[in-house]
């Protein structure tokens, strides 16, 4: 009798073991949640990416440092004449230090009457300068005082 009993549940386990193959019962992927990896898969990947990445090169801001004006135009007058003194730079310089090849003299901090007195009289004819008269025949009085004033401010200290 015992070996009957034996005999069934070795074949009910047999039986058991071969149909466990074509069991249908629901298939469930709870625990396997596919967005919550591709999320972190993609996280890697960024990181990844982040470290692979060429560091990008910091470029210097370079300043530019526009030279502000020689003289601090702080009136109309100095305007005025550093307008009117853009025709002279081409001899004079740009700030008044001459040129050897104009035979141009240094005019820049000169003082304020001299070079007043020596345009007038150069404009009246007084004192001859032909090169320089298309340049200032046609200058008022006050075009004269301006340049003077602004002239004689340059900040030229003395030739080279
Ligand atoms: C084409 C070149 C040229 C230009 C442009 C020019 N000059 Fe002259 N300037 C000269 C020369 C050359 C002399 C020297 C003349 C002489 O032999 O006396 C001179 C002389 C002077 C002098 C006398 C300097 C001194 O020590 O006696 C003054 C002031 C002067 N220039 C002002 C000006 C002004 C202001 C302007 C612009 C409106 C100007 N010049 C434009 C060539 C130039």
């Given at each position: 009798m015992a070996r009957l009993i034996y005999f069934l549940i070795f074949v009910s386990g047999l039986v058991f073991i071969m149909n466990i193959s074509k069991y249908e019962g629901e298939v469930s992927?709870?625990?396997?949640d596919f967005d919550k990896t591709a999320e972190a898969n993609m996280k890697k990947k960024e990181e990844i990416e982040k470290l692979l990445a060429p560091k990008k090169e910091v470029k210097e801001k370079v300043k530019v440092v526009k030279a502000g004006p020689?003289?601090?135009?702080?009136?109309p007058q100095l305007q005025s004449g550093h307008d009117l003194y853009k025709k002279c730079?081409?001899?004079?310089?740009k700030r008044g230090e001459g040129k050897a090849g104009q035979k141009a003299p240094a005019i820049g901090g000169q003082y304020e009457w001299y070079l007043n007195a020596q345009i007038t009289n150069m404009q009246k004819g007084v004192r001859v300068n032909k090169v320089m008269m298309p340049y200032?025949?046609?200058?008022?009085e006050q075009d004269i005082s301006d340049l003077s004033a602004y002239i004689s401010k340059l900040p030229y200290m003395g030739r080279k």
């Open positions: 992927n709870d625990k396997f020689l003289v601090e135009l702080s009136t730079i081409v001899c004079h310089g200032i025949s046609r200058l008022s």
